[in-house]
């Protein structure tokens, strides 16, 4: 005959008890407020996010802690509770250090009996999620892509620059062959035969000549610049001696100065600056090129410097047409939409004040621009002064 076994007796459970434990004890932030948002409840999880004591807590209204611009997504939310028991949005809260925190309110509506001593009044457990990190960390990638965006699109425009100044160059030493084709061509009314005059071939040689050399310049300027954002142009720092190296970059550009009747004026002499001989060599070649460039014919470039507190500052001014104020902010940026034309109608892609900033910083130094519509320009290039001459 089997015998019956009885179930063990288990102790009741005090679930009001253990709900309180669990609350406690959780890393979750819990907030339990009646049906008039008044708190009743908090638990230590919720102190820590808050900053406040659960004495100063309970007894307050929710609206205290919830920032203006989430105050009326929580009356909202209120105003729906009899409809979904369960709700969950984003809301802004105040620490009480007065620091903002975005959070997510998972709110649940509590049944009881409000006239019931043992029962909890009825009310809402709100579980609340710091997601400040992922809103800021998602914010920075937001702005990082529309920065990648931006740079991107520059790029595309400044691509476009780049090929527009190199295929102006080759057009014209195109037209120009094809002239030189054309006139191989006609009979010479002498002999019968074909010829060309010198006159003519001077010409087209001298046009092909300078469209090579601007061709020439600009994939010479365009492989620098890559390379310098590649961080592959090494710079050797050394003391050297600024009039020595201008006399060599005049020497250079004094064809095309006395082409365009244009004196430059070289005040600089005996001052040493410590840099780069390639770096220096460069910047200053762009810089007095751009102020012939830009200078009408007949007017004059000046070259000066001066020095104060180990520093050495050169400035380049030319009497041109000047830079309008509201391109000057895009004068170190890669857009073609700020290049203006020299006094040649020659266009620049802007590349040369872009390689001039970066090499002159890597020096140690920095490049700034002084310019008005129609009064001229003048750049400046801070550098340190050098011990004594390194030619």
Request: aromatic share 4%; glycine share 8%.
């Amino acid at each position: 005959m089997l015998a019956l076994l009885s179930k063990p007796t288990r102790p009741a459970v005090d679930w009001d008890r253990l709900s309180r434990r669990i609350l406690d004890r959780s890393a979750q932030a819990c907030w339990v407020v009646d049906r008039e948002l008044v708190t009743i409840g908090v638990n230590p999880a919720l102190c820590a996010l808050l900053g406040y004591r659960a004495g100063e807590l309970v007894g307050t209204h929710l609206l205290a802690y919830v920032a203006e611009e989430s105050r009326s997504v929580l009356e909202r939310q209120a105003a729906i509770r009899d409809l979904t028991p369960h709700r969950s949005y984003d809301v802004t809260l105040i620490r009480s250090d007065g620091m903002s925190l975005r959070v997510i309110f998972n709110d649940s509506w509590l049944d009881g009996d409000a006239d019931s001593d043992e029962g909890p009044a009825p009310g809402f457990c709100i579980f609340v999620t710091d997601i400040t990190r992922r809103v800021e960390e998602e914010t920075q990638r937001a702005l990082r892509v529309d920065q990648l965006a931006d740079a991107v699109a520059r790029m595309n425009r400044f691509l476009g620059q780049i090929c527009q100044e190199l295929k102006d160059p080759l057009s014209a030493i195109l037209g120009a062959t094809q002239m030189i084709s054309s006139d191989a061509a006609l009979p010479d009314p002498a002999g019968g035969g074909s010829a060309v005059g010198s006159a003519h071939l001077d010409a087209y040689a001298a046009l092909c000549s300078d469209a090579g050399r601007q061709m020439m310049r600009t994939i010479e300027n365009l492989s620098l610049w890559s390379r310098l954002q590649l961080n592959q142009v090494p710079l050797d720092l050394r003391s050297y001696e600024l009039g020595g190296l201008l006399q060599d970059v005049l020497e250079e550009l004094a064809p095309r100065a006395r082409a365009r009747d244009i004196l430059i004026v070289n005040r600089i002499v005996a001052t040493p600056v410590l840099g780069d001989l390639s770096a220096l060599s460069t910047v200053l070649k762009h810089l007095v090129e751009n102020a012939v460039r830009f200078s009408p014919s007949g007017s004059m470039v000046m070259l000066s410097a001066a020095l104060a507190d180990g520093r050495v500052t050169v400035r380049v001014q030319d009497n041109g047409m000047g830079i309008p104020e509201d391109l000057q902010p895009h004068l170190f940026r890669i857009d073609p939409h700020h290049a203006a034309p020299g006094a040649d109608g020659e266009v620049g892609s802007g590349l040369g004040l872009l390689i001039c900033k970066a090499l002159v910083e890597r020096m140690g130094g920095g490049i700034r621009v002084f310019s008005k519509a129609g009064g001229g320009t003048a750049v400046t290039v801070t550098l340190t002064q050098g011990a004594c001459a390194g030619l």
